[in-house]
Each structure stands twice: as structure tokens, then as C-alpha cells.
């Protein structure tokens, strides 16, 4: 037997997406993003609010980086999250994330965060959501596997539970993708 819950945004999982851009003055900021994800093979998609410091900073730099929160950075994570950079000037020092300027935009890297998408403004579409080019994808090779690529339970990427508001932990492998499927042809 099923509850209805009614309409609810409640999409798992949810990534954890950290926003970081530059201010006016050249100081980082971040901020955590539930609702954003791929919008095109090379775009994403962010629907932020135009009251957010890191909306204007986009519009300003025409830049911005996605980084994916993950299990080892959850209370900086959050805190992003929970404190405007409107009000708090030191909002990154007191995260504790540290900042290196991408190679790629105008727009810093988290040091801490060890995925992240390099991306640069395409517009602020009809509702407000704002579309980046994804100009390069930046991954620190500790989370890297043997083949190269991601490895999940190094990453160990957090989601966002949005109906019970928890952060939990992906990175257990259960299948493969585009091959288990072929069992049942």
C-alpha cells in the first residue's frame, strides 16, 4: 500500500552541488545548491534565486564552478548552505573551504571538494534558471581508481534527502549500467 504525499520535490538522489563564484572584490564565496543538474550533453542547469550573492557574482563574472559535496566535507557543505554571503563577509573562512582559481573560468575551485565542473554563463533562461557551459571537468587524483576515472567509494558523493532534510552517502556499486539490462532481451 502506497501514502500519497501530494507534489513534493522530492527527486533522489539529490546531488549536493556547491556553487562557487567570485564576489565584486575578488573574494570567494560558495554556496549549497539542491536543485540544479545536467541540462545538455555540455550544459548544467541552476535554479537559484535572483536574491542569492552567487547569482549576481554569475552574472558579474559570467562564471561559476560545481563542485560535489561529499561525506568527508558535510558541515562546511551545510553551512554554505545555511549562511548568505549577503550577511556573512567571512562565510568561506569560517567554512573552512580553501580556494584555488580555475585554470579554465573566472570562478574558484574548493580545494576540499574533490569533483568539479569548470563551467561559464550561457544565459538566465525565461524562469530564471541559469545555464552554464561545462568547460572542463577538474578531478583530484585521490579519488581517482585504478582506470583512471572516479571511483565512488573514494569520492563517496552526498545527497540530499529533502523529505526527512539528512544528507546521505552514495557509493556502493549494485549494477552495471547499460549491460544488466541485456539479461532480460
Known sequence: MRKNFGAKPWI???PVLIIGTYNEDGTADAMNAAWGGIYNDDEVVLCLSASHRTTANIKAR???TVSFADADN???SDYVGIVSGNSEPKKMEKSGFHVT???KVDAPLIDELPVAMECELVKFNEDGNII???VNVAIDERVLGE???PDMTKFR???FDSAN???HVLGEKVGNAFRDGAKLK
Open 74 to 76: 558535510v558541515i562546511a
Open 132 to 134: 552554464g557551459k561545462i
Open 147 to 149: 582506470d583512471g576515472k
Open 12 to 14: 533522489y538522489p539529490l
Open 62 to 64: 559570467k562564471a561559476f
Open 101 to 103: 582559481k580555475s585554470e
Open 157 to 159: 558523493p552526498i545527497s
Open 165 to 167: 532534510e539528512a544528507y
